[in-house]
């Protein structure tokens, strides 16, 4: 891979970059746009204090810069109705985000073309994904806004390309690609202390609850919830162990009190339960035991209703702050079209809410799948979902790493009220990364056991 085409890609990352600030004047985009293109130029340099830098480094480190353009693309920086989405898809955002994203797609491209003739390994359950971005497409015929259906096909896509470059780059291992999701989970947290203390918006009034507040981050734009899911992720990273692990279970607690995420709060107890299980620790089945009555105990207190509803009224409560109206609106949108959906996002977006509407999901992966992808999309999302959380199970039960097992779980249990990896966006990142480990750790394994099969059985050769 030659220093020139790192070059190239730096260029056009400062000059999206360059095209977003000039169209609507976000300084802080343009910072740390800029900031991101340095470590691409720095290894474009092609030498080091020490002399040439190793090609597999390069690679590696062209990798993780498509990881973190990736990331850096789910950034919300306006919230726009889908009025506006319609009659001006490309403001100086979107160019910022599409900038991005080509930009980490064309990384990608490099990697992936730098191990050409490179066995693919082993895929899993991530095959079943690609049906389910595949299973896209059909619905552009039909829908309301075919641009935004392609649009989240290309985001999807550009994202899948990532994950199969850092899976060529570090062999089929995601430790180290775990250990720069985890770094930027951190970085957000100091985004969200900024925020706190600067914009007075990022405190959100809740009339009741555990604080008189719910913590969101403005600049850039961090639903509440999804701030709290942070937290929940941060605490999987905390039970998977580390030097950062007592840290990081305390700043991921601290975020689901300051969110008061609902749906947090049972992803952080099955979350617990599962690594109680997953675990072979003697003192894990104690914790078990222990757990059925302290949770009862918690239930049954008269604090833990006050907590819960959050001074909502007892229908929000009992609607899910209107999530199941939401849902039967748009499963009637999905009768129109049963088997291909009526076109990702754009189905809720412009057949469900309207196009006064800021709601960017139904607030169900589930519900958002069916309706935009139908039958054909949503069964193989569902597959590899599925069959994600099976390997994972299995590795972490024969003595595998528990931090795939873990982050899977709780986008299991965020899914059924929220969006997770089937629009794009920052958690997809992390279940091709828990799928894929989980499968190669699973590999590895059985890879193993047939050496020592073959090393412990008898030669039956018959000398001559």
């Not at 976000?26 to 290894?43: E, F, K, R, T, Y």
């Not at 090609?55 to 919230?79: C, D, G, H, N, Q």
């Not at 299991?412 to 992390?430: D, M, Q, Y």
Request: proline share 4%; charged share 10%; with cysteine.
């Amino acid at each position: 891979m030659t220093d020139r085409l790192f070059l190239v890609c730096g260029a056009a990352m400062a000059a999206t970059a360059g095209v977003a600030l000039a169209a609507s004047n976000w300084l802080a985009l343009g910072i740390v746009s800029a900031v991101l293109v340095v470590p691409l130029l720095s290894h474009a340099r092609g030498r080091g204090r020490g002399g040439s830098r190793p090609a597999s480094t390069a690679v590696e480190k062209a990798a993780l810069a498509a990881l973190w353009l990736a990331l850096a693309s789910t950034w919300v920086l306006r919230v726009r109705t889908s009025a506006d989405l319609g009659s001006n898809p490309l403001d100086g955002a979107g160019l910022y985000r599409l900038g991005a994203l080509a930009a980490a797609g064309l990384l990608a491209g490099l990697v992936v073309r730098q191990h050409r003739g490179t066995p693919a390994g082993r895929w899993g359950p991530v095959r079943m994904y690609v049906v389910y971005v595949l299973a896209i497409l059909p619905a552009v015929v039909v829908a309301v806004n075919p641009g935004l259906v392609l649009f989240r096909f290309a985001e999807l896509s550009v994202f899948l390309a990532v994950w199969y470059a850092t899976h060529l780059a570090f062999a089929g291992d995601q430790r180290t690609v775990f250990r720069h999701l985890g770094a930027y989970l951190l970085a957000l947290c100091v985004v969200l202390a900024l925020n706190a203390a600067l914009v007075p918006e990022a405190l959100v009034p809740a009339r009741g609850g555990l604080l008189p507040w719910r913590l969101q981050s403005v600049y850039p734009g961090i639903a509440v919830n999804t701030v709290g899911f942070f937290g929940v992720l941060l605490f999987c990273f905390g039970l998977a162990g580390g030097r950062w692990r007592i840290g990081a279970l305390g700043v991921g607690v601290a975020l689901l009190v300051l969110t008061q995420y609902r749906t947090g709060y049972v992803a952080l107890v099955v979350v617990g339960l599962v690594w109680l299980l997953a675990t072979r620790h003697p003192l894990s089945r104690l914790g078990l035991i222990a757990a059925a009555p302290a949770l009862g105990l918690v239930v049954r207190s008269e604090r833990f209703g006050d907590v819960w509803a959050r001074g909502e009224s007892a229908e929000l409560v009992g609607t899910l702050n209107s999530r199941t109206l939401w849902w039967e609106a748009a499963l009637d949108a999905w009768a129109r079209s049963p088997f291909v959906g009526t076109g990702l996002s754009s189905g809720t977006r412009f057949e469900v809410f309207g196009d006064l509407s800021v709601t960017s999901s139904v607030h169900s992966t589930w519900v958002e799948a069916l309706v935009g992808t139908g039958l054909l999309g949503v069964l193989p999302l569902a597959t590899a979902a599925a069959a994600s959380l099976l390997v994972a199970l299995r590795v972490a039960r024969s003595g595998g790493p528990v931090l795939p097992l873990l982050v899977l779980v709780a986008l299991l249990v965020r899914s059924i009220t929220a969006s997770t990896i089937e629009l794009g966006g920052v958690l997809v990142p992390f279940f091709l990364a828990a799928a894929s480990w989980a499968a190669h750790e699973r590999r590895s394994a059985g890879d193993q056991q047939d050496t020592r099969s073959q090393t412990a059985s008898p030669n039956s050769a018959v000398p001559a």
